[in-house]
């Protein structure tokens, strides 16, 4: 069971908004940094977002995220195909001084 | 720019002790600030949080893994090591090394298949 508890599953259609949720507690998402990993198949995960809202470099601005006490979500506008993946949230965790995750969310562009 | 390279077997058998190591370049592996740590993924399922080292000295582990998990550091080498011991099948992941912090934005290898069978 992962520390961190996201929806096993979202969808939506091409060009629709689809939000991912992510809850944690007070020694997690509650007091560092969230991130989110994208993880197209059969490829490595890749950073999405850090820092609770930042875009690394080539990560397209459809992409956003946002934190609030010990929870957060990730939020895909404009949907595209290419965006059906697994998609992590992380953060570190002071009780355990290590980086624990969600359990994934598999999106599917219907 | 920091890499981090995985390498070890990637099979091994049952009962057996599973070895990896890490080599980083592009930055110091003595820096105290960071954590040098694992991450793996088994087929198909979530990813799942090892263990790290800090200063090459103390170390943190997953409480699921703690008894079977040995993470140190080769300062000489630039490189870390990760040891599992008596792996089962259930131990048959994609295993990443990966520079973590609590404020810091994590690093990853590009993770390395280790297959558990006889």
């Known amino acids: 069971q992962s520390v961190l508890t996201q929806p096993p599953s979202a969808s939506g259609t091409p060009g629709q908004r689809v939000t991912i949720s992510c809850s944690g507690s007070s020694s997690n998402i509650g007091s560092n940094y969230v991130y989110w990993y994208q993880q197209l198949p059969g490829t490595a995960p890749r950073l999405l977002i850090y820092?609770?809202?930042q875009r690394p470099s080539g990560v397209p601005d459809r992409f956003s995220a946002s934190k609030s006490g010990t929870s957060a979500s990730l939020a895909i506008s404009g949907l595209r195909s290419e965006d059906e993946a697994d998609y992590y949230c992380a953060a570190w965790d002071d009780s355990l001084s290590g980086q624990v995750f969600g359990g994934g969310t598999k999106l599917t562009v219907l | 720019q920091l890499q981090l390279q995985e390498s070890g077997p990637g099979l091994v058998k049952p009962s057996e002790t599973l070895s990896l190591t890490c080599t980083v370049s592009g930055d110091s592996i003595s820096t105290n600030s960071y954590f040098w740590g694992w991450i793996r993924q088994p087929p198909g399922k979530g990813l799942e949080w090892i263990g790290n080292?800090?200063?090459?000295?103390?170390?943190y582990y997953n409480p699921s893994l703690k008894s079977r998990v040995t993470i140190s550091v080769d300062t000489s080498k630039s490189q870390f090591s990760l040891k599992l011991s008596s792996v089962t099948a259930a131990d048959t992941a994609v295993y990443y090394c990966?520079?973590?912090?609590?404020?810091?934005?994590?690093?990853w290898g590009q993770g390395t298949l280790v297959t558990v069978s006889s």
């Open positions: 080292i800090y200063y090459g000295v103390t170390t």
């Open positions: 820092s609770n809202n």
């Open positions: 990966a520079r973590l912090g609590k404020w810091l934005v994590p690093s």
